[in-house]
Every structure is written in C-alpha cells, then in structure tokens.
C-alpha cells in the first residue's frame, strides 16, 4: 500500500508524455535519494544554492544557472531581472511607474498561457508582429520598436515546430539585433530538451541571455523545479530579487531537497546515452505499429515525429476504422481499466508517446489497446 493507496488515488500509466497535468516526468530512484538526503540535514541555504548553481552551470557549459519554481517562474523572475538591470536597482527599491513603464517585447504568435508571468510583474507587454505568416515583420520593424524603455525580449523557441504560430523572426536574428542594442534575450524553451545539446545550444552557442527549461519535464527533475542557465551577469540580476534574499521571488523558494533533487536530475541527464534512448523509443512506438494492419484491424497506428512540443521523439498514431469507436471512446476505456492507462488525444487520433513509458508499461498498454481491437474487430 503506497501513498496514493491510502488516500483513495488511482495511479495512472503515463502514454502521453510529459504532460505536468498528470506529473510530468518521473524522478530515478537516485534523484529521489539525493532529495531524501538533502531533506535529512540542516544547511545553509545561500552555500548550498551557490553549490548547486555552480554545478549545474558546469553540467551544462554555461557562464552560471539558477533554479526557480518551474519554467514560469523563471519567466516571471527573469523578466523581473530585466527590469532591474534597465533601472539598475532590485525590483524592491523601483517604484510601481518605473515597473510599469518598463516594456518587455514579445511575437505575437509566441503569445501563449505561460506568459502570464510577465503579466504579473505589472510591466508593459509589446506584442509585435501577427500570429501568421501574412504581413511578416521584418528585422527593421523590430529594431523600430526597441526604445530607452526596452527591458528585454521574451522569445518562445521549438526548433522543430511545437504549438508555437509562424509570425516572428528567427532567434539568431532576434539576439543580433538586441546585442546592438543591449537588450538582454530571455528564452522559454521549457520543454527543449531532448536533445540535452539546447541545454547550452540557445545560450553559449546562440548567445541569449538566459534560457529556461522545467525541471519537471523531460530532465526528470522534482516537478516544481526550473532550470535557468545563461549568462552570469544576467542571472546576478535574477538573484537579487530572489530567495533568499528578501523580494518576489521569495514567494518562489526552491527548498534543498528540491535543489538537490534537480541537480542529480540534470548530472543524469548530461550523462544518458541519447542514441540507446532513441532506439528504445522506435522499438516502442514501432510496436504499435507493427501489431496492427489497416486491412485486418479495428484501427492502425502510424510513426509520427517530431512530437506534440517539438521535441525529437517518435509517437505512434492511431487511425480508426471501425465505427463503433472514436478517439475519446478508446481514452476512456484505457483510462478506466484497474491498471489505468492515459493518451492524448488530438483531432481525434489517439497517441502514444513512448517518453514516460518502462519496456513493461509500453507492452502492457499494447496489450491493452488490442484488447479493444479483439472485441470489435
Ligand atoms: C511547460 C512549459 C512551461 C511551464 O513550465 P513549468 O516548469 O511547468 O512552469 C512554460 N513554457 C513552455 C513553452 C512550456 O512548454
């Protein structure tokens, strides 16, 4: 009997991905040891952030890093570095017109439920650009917009396509024209990883100011964690608003065990061997596809890449065929099993993506999704 036993909570099978909704990702044994750790023994917390920052910065080639309380927080503590910087004060000592008047620029087709940290801090948001492709705007329009108030740029990178719109210009354009300028470029690439390369490519490699991936996704880190890496002037600006130094960012306190927790997640993460990752995950999504045929079954997967946030992994996608289901019928199904399974579903295609999912998990679900093609077929 675990936790989730005693208090009445059904454990799910992850098949979707890292989705936060249902946990994100799951800690190895040795991260979640290094928290137990961490939780056992009293330190101080200025030492062991300074400690922790140093290696991660180490683990992933970058002047310095920090951790905040997952990926938004690291927008909203970012974004608040950059007013700081601008004003040359923490966020504390600046008054509310100072703030207010402080304008973070940002695509309009990189607008998404995540930005709100920005939102928050009370500054000024500048949207440029179209969420399409039809009046693109040009590197003279953007640096148009750069002014005296310019804190920074807010840019959402997936290399290989995610859910982000066509509209803004590209991120080496972007940080050419800011570095004329001094205006710091903050990135969201959140969940950029795999492959572990975006872990320095956007920042040492690319030269933005900052880069901002979950703890939570795919670094299989504690969930309310975000990694932040960069450049060590700008993060010395996130820092003075931060924990523990009194500020916003107290209200975003990344405990030792948590500290510890991603650490140990990241140091794993540099280290897996991503070709044995990849071939793992073809040999599960082409399972799927292997054990099902347009000609003899209720429906037939496809492999599909890259996936839902443009990362460089395969799914496999179901096309139906029989009548009697649908996308959301197969979902509820799965979901509703003893041992229950959760998919995405997308314009009504099931998915299943191999990220979350052990060899066992990945073979208990096939058998399970042809327990439904047994019974219509
Ligand atoms: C998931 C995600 C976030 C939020 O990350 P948290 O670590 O859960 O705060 C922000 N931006 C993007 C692009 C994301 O995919």
């Known amino acids: 009997m675990d936790i989730y036993d005693e208090l009445g909570v059904k454990k799910i099978i992850n098949a979707a991905g890292t989705y936060t909704v249902i946990g ?8 979640l040891n290094a928290m137990k750790e961490a939780g056992s023994s009293f330190v101080e917390i200025a030492d062991f952030q300074k400690a922790v920052y140093k290696g991660l910065a180490e683990l992933t080639n970058n002047e310095d890093a920090c951790v905040t309380t997952g990926a938004i927080a690291g927008i909203y503590l970012s974004v608040a570095a950059a007013i700081s910087r601008l004003h040359n004060a923490p966020l ?14 940002m695509f309009r087709s ?23 492709i039809i009046d693109m705007i040009t590197a003279e329009d953007f640096e148009y917009a750069i002014n005296e108030n310019t804190a920074c740029v807010m840019y959402v990178e997936q290399p290989l396509g995610g859910w982000a719109a066509q509209g803004a210009l590209p991120l080496e354009v972007v940080i050419e024209i800011c570095k004329g300028h001094n205006v710091p470029v ?28 979950s703890g939570g996704k795919d670094l299989k880190g504690p969930q309310t964690t975000g990694l932040c890496v960069g450049k060590k002037d700008f993060i010395s600006w996130l820092n003075k608003n931060n924990f523990p130094n009194y500020g916003i960012g107290r209200m975003h306190k990344v405990g030792r065990e948590e500290l510890a927790g991603i650490y140990n997640a990241v140091k794993e993460y540099v280290e897996e061997d991503e070709e044995k990752r990849d071939l793992e995950s073809e040999g ?5 596809v292997e054990s099902f045929s347009a000609e003899e079954d209720a429906f037939f997967f496809e492999r599909v890449f890259p996936n839902e946030a443009g990362q460089p992994m395969p799914r496999a996608k179901m096309y139906i065929l029989s009548d009697n289901l649908t996308a959301e019928i197969i979902r509820d199904t799965l979901l509703n099993l003893d041992r229950a399974i959760y998919t995405a579903v997308e314009n009504g295609h099931i998915y299943i993506n191999p990220m979350c999912l052990t060899k066992e998990e990945a073979d208990y679900v096939l058998e399970s999704i042809n327990n439904i093609n047994k019974r219509e077929k």
């Not at 599960?284 to 799927?288: D, K």
Request: aromatic share 8%; glycine share 6%; proline share 5%.
């Open 92 to 105: 504390k000592l600046l008054s509310k017109e100072a703030i207010q008047k402080s304008e973070v620029m």
């Open 24 to 31: 994100g990702s799951r800690m190895s044994e040795t991260t």
């Open 284 to 288: 599960i999504v082409n399972s799927f």
């Open 186 to 213: 903050i990135v969201d690439c959140a969940a950029q990883v795999p492959p572990k390369s975006n872990l320095w490519h956007f920042t040492k490699e690319m030269g933005a100011d900052i880069a901002l991936f």
């Open 110 to 132: 990189h607008r998404n439920p995540y930005d709100r940290g920005i939102d928050v801090l009370g500054c000024k948001l500048v949207e440029l650009g179209y969420p399409n």
